[in-house]
């Protein structure tokens, strides 16, 4: 079982930044892959970041050049610059230790508004 505690959202005004945090805890010896998904309203889920073995990243394309994702062990964070209103919305925190266990945080939200 793997706990996901998210941090670091709320209210930013275009062109600002925000760094969501993502610690996992629980009972498991390592996390191959975390990251982030966004969904704002009436939209499907969508990749933001992932973090994968510690090795590679992967960018949604609405962020790249504009996000990064970086990973201390069990932790994971999202540096967010140049936001604009489209980057509004419920961020997820996701952690992968195998195929099949997959976790999920609750959620935080990111409201980009003047």
């Known amino acids: 079982q793997v706990q996901l505690a998210e941090s670091g959202g709320g209210l930013v005004q275009p062109g600002g930044s925000l760094r969501l945090s993502c610690a996992a805890s629980?009972?498991?010896?390592?996390?191959?892959?975390m990251g982030w998904y966004r969904q704002a309203p009436g939209k499907e889920r969508e990749l933001v970041a992932l973090?994968?073995?510690?090795?590679s990243t992967e960018y949604g394309d609405s962020v790249k050049g504009r996000f990064t994702i970086s990973r201390a062990k069990n932790t994971v964070y999202l540096q967010m610059d140049s936001l604009t209103s489209e980057d509004t919305a419920v961020y997820y925190c996701?952690?992968?230790?195998?195929?099949?266990?997959?976790?999920w945080g609750q959620g935080t939200q990111v409201t980009v508004s003047s």
């Open positions: 996701k952690a992968r230790l195998t195929s099949r266990l997959v976790y």
């Open positions: 973090s994968t073995g510690g090795i």
């Open positions: 629980g009972r498991f010896v390592s996390i191959y892959e």
